[in-house]
């Protein structure tokens, strides 16, 4: 890929969300108009079959990608819940391992996510000596008594993160991370996301929430006019049978350039019954529903 710039753009995945990182990167490389991208797949034992799957699906993009497996056993105990698993710590560590590839900047996106827009705006944004960049979490202020944050700080979300990777490495951020992790687990409702702003509350840039638009900002009528990356957060996912999210179309839009084209959501009791309940249910309750949910499990 000569003469163009080349982004780097680290993920962490397992076996599980394999199908979906390859619809955030395909849709990512293929929205990039002159730029390329370099991906960088963290992993804790990823198959052969899956590895391939992700290579092809990137077939015809300017991109190539990279796997780079992860200890998770040398973190120690991690809080996790059924949403949330160990490997979502991995964004912890992404600013050392780019500092021994010698790389000073770098995007960090979730694996739920579809790219709509060009990220080279974001690449080439002025972090203004900032440690990282990202976008305010409206469902995060209940976090801040617990967590130690000054009331007038707002608390981001960590699904996409523009890291300086330099910042990180020079003031030893991660180590600083790692240290609420192992100290304060009982107060990590959200996991690293939570550990990440406890440290970090007063040294990040607020992006606009175009560049992480997550589904609870339909509920709060915060919804971009034309978002540039959609985050499925929450319970609401594309991929599970009868899904109604408004963005559930550009997932399948780009599944269907993948390895995993022929995927099809699977019937399931729960699901069923879950679709029942929505269709029952008057709109503000499940308003209401989905905010007590995100409270005890996001």
């Not at 390329?36 to 015809?60: I, Q, T």
């Not at 509350?201 to 607020?206: C, F, K, Q, T």
């Not at 084209?261 to 008057?282: C, D, G, N, W, Y």
């Not at 989905?290 to 409270?295: A, D, F, N, Q, V």
Request: hydrophobic residues 40%; glycine residues 4%; contains cysteine.
């Amino acid at each position: 890929m000569p003469n163009k710039q080349i982004i780097p753009i680290v993920a962490a995945t397992d076996e599980g969300y394999a199908q979906h990182l390859a619809v955030a990167m395909k849709s990512l490389a293929a929205n990039l108009a002159t730029a390329g991208a370099n991906f960088y797949v963290l992993h804790n034992g990823l198959s052969a079959r899956a590895k391939e799957k992700l290579e092809r699906s990137l077939d015809g993009e300017r991109a190539s990608i990279r796997f780079i497996p992860v200890d998770l056993g040398t973190f120690g105990s991690l809080p996790t819940n059924h949403h949330i698993n160990e490997i979502s710590y991995c964004k912890i560590i992404v600013p050392e391992l780019l500092e021994s590839l010698q790389l000073r900047k770098a995007i960090y996106i979730d694996c739920d996510i579809v790219v709509k827009r060009d990220l080279l705006p974001l690449w080439n944004l002025d972090l203004q000596g900032h440690a990282l960049a990202a976008v305010r979490d409206i469902g995060g202020d209940c976090r801040k008594e617990e967590l130690g944050i000054p009331v007038d700080s707002a608390y981001f979300n960590a699904g996409i993160l523009v890291f300086d990777v330099h910042r990180w490495t020079e003031d030893r951020l991660s180590r600083k991370v790692w240290s609420m992790v192992a100290r304060h687990p009982e107060k990590l409702m959200f996991h690293d996301q939570d550990a990440l702003n406890a440290v970090l509350h007063d040294d990040w840039l607020e992006l606009p929430a175009c560049w992480n638009f997550q589904s609870n900002m339909i509920l709060a009528g915060l919804e971009p006019a034309d978002p540039c990356i959609v985050h499925y957060t929450g319970a609401s996912k594309p991929w599970h049978y009868a899904n109604h999210h408004p963005y559930a179309d550009d997932y399948f839009k780009y599944l269907a350039q993948t390895s995993w084209a022929s995927f099809r959501p699977e019937r399931t009791l729960r699901m069923t019954v879950k679709q029942i309940v929505k269709t029952a249910l008057p709109a503000s309750t499940l308003r209401l529903l989905s905010r007590l949910k995100r409270t005890a499990t996001s």
